[in-house]
């Protein structure tokens, strides 16, 4: 399948006009995903969803005392305002929201992101330097073109070696890798 956008600055609308959230979402997959990277929630006190589409993902997490989703999607920041009005979602870029925030959360989700991306390391090592104490989990499809992943891991190694992740494994019931960052090789 050829890749139709070539730039983030094109998915806004291919987001804004379309319902797609990834179905992974869900409390068990959550917990899951946390405990098979050995992530334990009594010690996350806040959480920033980045790229958190319509919110779906603030439902299934132990209540905390924070949570943010950032989203650029406009309607779906606007859907899950209306559907979660007690969590804080904002509609921003990404890599602007990292530049000028001052949070510094416990926990980063970025489920189904980084695919997203024209230069996923760039966001993470963004992150690395304005939130370096935080853990930073995601998802990515592995060999799963479709018009709006800019980026296409067929391999593990091309994970490894695009990404760096300090921890990865592959989620056998979904066939989608699962990524820990807390520390940055360079």
């Known amino acids: ?3 139709k956008y070539k730039k983030e600055k094109d998915l806004q609308s291919h ?3 379309t319902q797609y959230y990834s179905p992974l979402i869900g409390k068990p997959y959550f917990q899951n995903l946390c405990n098979s990277l050995k992530i334990s929630m009594q010690d996350i006190n806040s959480i920033l969803d980045l790229g958190c589409g319509d919110g779906r993902l603030c439902q299934h997490i132990p209540k905390l005392s924070t949570y943010t989703g950032v989203d650029y999607s406009v309607k779906r920041i606007e ?3 209306k ?3 007690s969590y804080k979602f904002i509609a921003e870029d990404l890599h602007i929201f990292i530049d000028t925030t001052d949070m510094k959360p ?3 989700v970025c489920v189904e992101v980084l695919e997203h991306l024209e230069v996923p390391k760039k966001l993470l090592d963004i992150i690395k330097d304005r939130m370096p104490n935080s853990i930073i989990i995601g998802t990515v ?3 799963m073109p479709y018009i709006a992943h800019l980026q296409v ?3 593990e190694e091309q994970l490894k070696q695009h990404l760096n992740p300090d921890y990865i494994k592959i989620d056998p019931l979904n066939k989608h890798w699962m990524c820990k960052w807390n520390k940055y090789e360079n």
């Open 15 to 17: 987001y804004d006009n």
């Open 141 to 143: 499809p592995i060999n």
């Open 153 to 155: 891991w067929e391999t």
């Open 106 to 108: 416990d926990l980063i």
């Open 83 to 85: 559907t979660y009005p």
């Open 1 to 3: 399948m050829d890749i």
């Open 79 to 81: 859907l899950a305002k």
